[in-house]
């Protein structure tokens, strides 16, 4: 059972409020009780460029439906060839995501503490795919509250590798009750997989459903 930390000393303000913005709030902090409270109102955290902390809330969030993953020919070859494991190496899945010779990489010292710390508290979760040496070469990770899922980050050594872990975690979202799959923008290769938009209303409407959900069963 995932222990629940101290309250957050800050307020967050209303998505609902933001307009156009996907940026809701600056500043705050990266303590566990802060991210859950930020999650569970429908926001996340990612630094702007010059370095400030941002709580994001996209005015178009990208959501995969838990009966709407694509899985193509090839990638059920994969999934039959690499073997995966669920939280093994947490600390491995976020280093590997946040590897700097990646384009885009966003994930900073202070993000890797936090949800290393979400993990050791229960709350944040790795799926690990492995080669048949049992090598971590692919995984993703993100937080469980509820129904719901909130994917933060996915890499990828070897071809396919994120996405066997992508329809891992489906698997185990769709076993155990969870509702809710977010995956913070539509990139095309989300899009590939069955990622749709929906609007921040809407995405607020599902959020508040999954909460009320209990956790699946491997994470209470």
């Given at each position: 059972m995932p222990i629940e930390p101290p309250p957050t000393r800050w307020m967050f303000p209303d998505p609902r409020d933001a307009g156009s913005d996907d940026v809701v709030a600056l500043g705050a902090d990266l303590e566990p009780g802060t991210i859950l409270e930020a999650y569970r109102a429908g926001m996340f955290p990612m630094h702007l460029p010059d370095g400030r902390l941002a709580w994001?809330?996209?005015l178009h969030r990208g959501v995969i439906p838990l009966d709407g993953l694509r899985i193509s020919r090839s990638l059920r070859r994969s999934v039959r060839r690499l073997p995966?494991?669920?939280?093994?190496?947490?600390e491995g899945v976020i280093d590997g995501c946040a590897d700097r010779s990646r384009d885009g990489g966003w994930i900073t010292a202070d993000i890797r503490a936090a949800y290393v710390e979400l993990h050791r508290l229960g709350w944040a979760h790795s799926v690990e795919t492995r080669d048949d040496e049992g090598n971590l070469v692919g995984g993703l990770y993100g937080v469980a509250i509820g129904g719901a899922f909130f994917g933060e980050s996915m890499f990828h050594r070897v071809s396919d590798a994120s996405k066997v872990a992508l329809v891992r975690l489906v698997s185990e979202l769709r076993d155990g009750?969870?509702?809710l799959l977010d995956v913070q923008w539509v990139t095309r290769h989300l899009a590939s997989l069955g990622a749709v938009e929906i609007g921040r209303d809407e995405?607020?409407?599902?959020?508040?459903?999954?909460?009320?959900r209990p956790l699946p069963p491997r994470w209470r």
């Open positions: 994001w809330s996209p995966t494991t669920v939280d093994t190496d947490f009750g969870a509702v995405y607020l409407r599902r959020l508040a459903a999954a909460l009320e």
